[in-house]
C-alpha cells in the first residue's frame, strides 16, 4: 500500500459496492462482511460530513419477477443526498446512469470499497479506469469469498489501476 492522496471532496466520490443483507452475510476473506460493513459506515461518514458524493450500488438479478431476500442495502446505509444505483451486471458502470450523475457533480476521482473485492467492486473499477477516473482502493473496506481472489485484486490488479491504501489513511481536505 501507498500513501494516500490527498482528496477534494467537492470531485471526489466513495462508491461502495453491494453492501446488501445477502451478500454482507456471506463466508468472506480476510474479513468478514460486518466489518467492511463498519468500516464502509466510517468512511460514509466521513465523506458526507466532508461534503462528499456517496455511492450506493446493488445488484439486481435481471428477468426475475421478485429478487431474493436480503436485496436491498443494508439498512440504514443510505442517507439523504446519497446516490443509490441499481446494477444488473458485475460491475456499476454497463448499463446505469452512474458516470452522467458523478459527471454532473463534477467527481474525477472515486474511492472503493464493497464486495467482493475482486468482482463488483474491481468490475465497476475497471469500467472507471476506462472512463478516466482517478481511483483509489480502501483495502480494509473490501472483502472477497476467499482471501486468495482479494488478494489478488489488491496486490496485483489494483496498484495498476490507481492507488491502494487503509481507511485510516483516506483524507479529505477543504480542496
Do not use: C, W
Amino acid at each position: 500500500m501507498t500513501a494516500a492522496p490527498v482528496l477534494d471532496p467537492r470531485r471526489t466520490a466513495l462508491v461502495l459496492v453491494d453492501l446488501m443483507d445477502r451478500v454482507v452475510a456471506l463466508p468472506l476473506e480476510p474479513r468478514k462482511g460486518t466489518e467492511v460493513l463498519t468500516t464502509a459506515e466510517e468512511l460514509a461518514a466521513a465523506f458526507r460530513a466532508a461534503g462528499a458524493t456517496v455511492v450506493l450500488i446493488r445488484v439486481e438479478r435481471p428477468a426475475v419477477a421478485e429478487q431474493p431476500p436480503g436485496s436491498a442495502l443494508v439498512a440504514g446505509l443510505r442517507r439523504d443526498g446519497d446516490l443509490e444505483v441499481v446494477k444488473r451486471t458485475v460491475g456499476g458502470f454497463q448499463g446505469t446512469d452512474l458516470d452522467e450523475r458523478l459527471r454532473e457533480r463534477g467527481v474525477r476521482t472515486l474511492v472503493f470499497g464493497g464486495i467482493a473485492t475482486n468482482l463488483g467492486v474491481e468490475s465497476t473499477a475497471r469500467a472507471a479506469a476506462d472512463l478516466g477516473y482517478e481511483l483509489v482502493f480502501v483495502e480494509d473496506a473490501m472483502a472477497a469469498l476467499t482471501a486468495p481472489e482479494h488478494e489478488a485484486s489488491v496486490r496485483l490488479d489494483f496498484p495498476r489501476l490507481g492507488t491502494v491504501v487503509r481507511a485510516r489513511d483516506v483524507g479529505l481536505t477543504g480542496g
